[in-house]
């Protein structure tokens, strides 16, 4: 049964940005009137903040105050809540706080000024007693925050993974199988409007390490900015690598990773080898997944559609509604995981798998295994493909500790034809513990013990 729909509570939406994500929530806003009417409230947008006020946006903006001041929407008294889908890390952050400050709670899908100002956010909240849901900003239809703040609230986490940039997944997917190099699919991706005007902070790994800071922050209760994520972009991946991990069963993803260890928090965005037999290796195109693991539960996964329009809108509106229904509500502050800021782990003492790309003539394989052997590097499988008129080895090893597998590259670069031995890590810790464990055929009859 319906609530009367006499004496409906109307809650007044200030909004800074009307582009991809505030379009579509213009759009979602009319689509579920009824909806909001059903549960004894109206949301209605009143004053919106644009770059262009002229620019035709193809929603209907009838009876709404634009203006071109972010900080005029955000202190205007006759707002009840604030959406925030305008981006950066300067005036966006400064209006989304004065809300705060003055207990209007915030929407926000502003990855960058969350991961980068987060200290920030959660004073102004503190301040004026209001939340902040930023879903949007982590995953985009992945209700993920959701799940890290309330669903497992109490839950102990070891580690939050996924593949959470769209973008790059195309490109990845696109060079494997087209056959192409980087350049190609990177155009291929913009052509179909997979990437921003400007790539950089998708294929360089920004965009990802911004992600992985608010997911860490909800998952560990640290906050680590992004400057401090170590972050590897796709740009170097060669059409040589996806082959060759295809030749021993893996797919290259950029995966990002926040894992608490014995000696702290490592947070890492990087191309990464993914066995076919994993989730993630099936993760293609635009689509983004989150794994969770922790003792307690072992392992929980997520997919959907990282972006776009109506996905990103959507869960900014979850918010809106969760937000409009009680104001404190925001998954900050949130659930707080008590105890000590998590130290940060030092990457060079992280140990891991690698696969190592060189050019070898092929009579002289066995020579650069024996070479790697001799710098401490155990080579698990290998496999050789031809490429552009020469032949690639490629080397997956055991777990080996990566300020040592450092000093051995320069050890082992005057193996490669080019002098250039190019480094990729693995998606999972140790390889040789799941083969022995299951015996699967991870590595087939190809592994060497
Ligand atoms: N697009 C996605 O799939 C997606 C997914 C997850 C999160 N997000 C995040 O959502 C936010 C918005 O993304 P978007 O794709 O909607 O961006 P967008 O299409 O570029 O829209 C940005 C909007 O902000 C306005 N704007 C920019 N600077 C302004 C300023 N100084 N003063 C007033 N208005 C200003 C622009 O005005 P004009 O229109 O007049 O230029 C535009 O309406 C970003 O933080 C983004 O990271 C986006």
């Known amino acids: 049964m319906s609530r009367p729909t006499e004496n409906l509570q109307t809650i007044r939406l200030g909004m800074l940005g009307c582009g991809v994500v505030g379009g579509g929530l213009v759009k979602l806003l009319a689509k579920h009137r009824a909806d909001f009417r059903a549960n004894g409230f109206e949301l209605r947008l009143t004053h919106l903040a644009v770059r262009d006020p002229g620019k035709s946006r193809g929603v209907d903006l009838a009876g709404v105050r634009i203006s071109t001041d972010p900080m005029a929407v955000a202190t205007d008294p006759e707002i009840d809540l604030l959406v925030e889908v305008m981006g950066g890390n300067s005036i966006a952050v400064e209006a989304g706080c004065a809300a705060l400050a003055r207990g209007v709670p915030l929407v926000s899908a502003n990855k960058c000024g969350l991961a ?21 900003a982590a995953a985009a239809h992945i209700p993920i925050i959701e799940v890290l703040d309330r669903s497992l609230a109490c839950e102990e986490l070891s580690l939050v993974k996924g593949v959470i940039n769209g973008s790059t997944n195309y ?18 991706a913009a052509s179909k409007g997979f990437t921003e005007a400007d790539p950089t902070l998708d294929v360089e790994g920004i965009d990802a390490a911004e992600k992985l800071s608010l997911l860490a922050y909800k998952a560990f209760g640290t ?3 992004p400057d401090q994520v170590h972050t590897e972009g796709i740009t170097r991946v060669g059409q040589v690598d996806i082959r060759l991990a295809l030749e021993m069963d893996h797919r290259i993803k950029l995966v990002a990773a926040a894992r608490r260890g014995e000696e702290g928090l490592s947070l890492r965005v ?37 972006a776009g329009e ?9 918010d809106v509604v969760k937000l409009a229904q009680r ?17 940060l782990a030092d990457t060079a003492n992280l140990r891991l798998c690698y696969f190592l790309r060189m050019q070898v003539e092929a009579p002289r394989v066995n020579d650069a295994l024996t070479a790697l052997a001799g710098q401490g590097v155990r080579a698990l499988s290998h496999a050789q493909v031809e490429h552009a008129g020469a032949n690639y080895l490629g080397v997956i090893t055991d777990v080996i500790e990566e300020s040592r597998m450092m000093a051995a590259l320069s ?10 031995v190019r480094l990729i890590r693995l998606d999972k810790d140790n390889y040789r513990d799941i083969v022995e464990r299951e015996q699967s055929s991870y590595f087939g009859s190809s592994i060497e013990r």
């Open 116 to 136: 980068r100002s987060m200290g920030r956010y959660v004073e102004a909240a503190a301040q004026g007693g209001a939340g902040i849901g930023f879903e949007a």
């Open 171 to 188: 490109i990845l997917t696109f060079m494997e199988r087209a056959g192409c190099e980087y350049e190609e699919a990177l155009k291929d």
């Open 223 to 225: 906050h680590v900015p």
């Open 270 to 306: 990087h191309p990464a080898l993914v066995h076919h037999g994993e989730l993630l290796a099936d993760v293609d195109s635009e689509f983004n997944a989150i794994i969770l693991e922790g003792p307690g539960f072992k392992e929980l996964t997520f997919l959907g559609k990282g």
């Open 310 to 318: 109506l996905p990103t809108a959507s869960a900014v509106l979850n």
């Open 327 to 343: 104001p404190q509500a925001g998954a900050l502050p949130g659930f707080r995981r008590a105890g000590a800021k998590l130290p």
């Open 411 to 420: 050890g082992i670069s005057g193996l490669d034809g080019t002098g250039g």
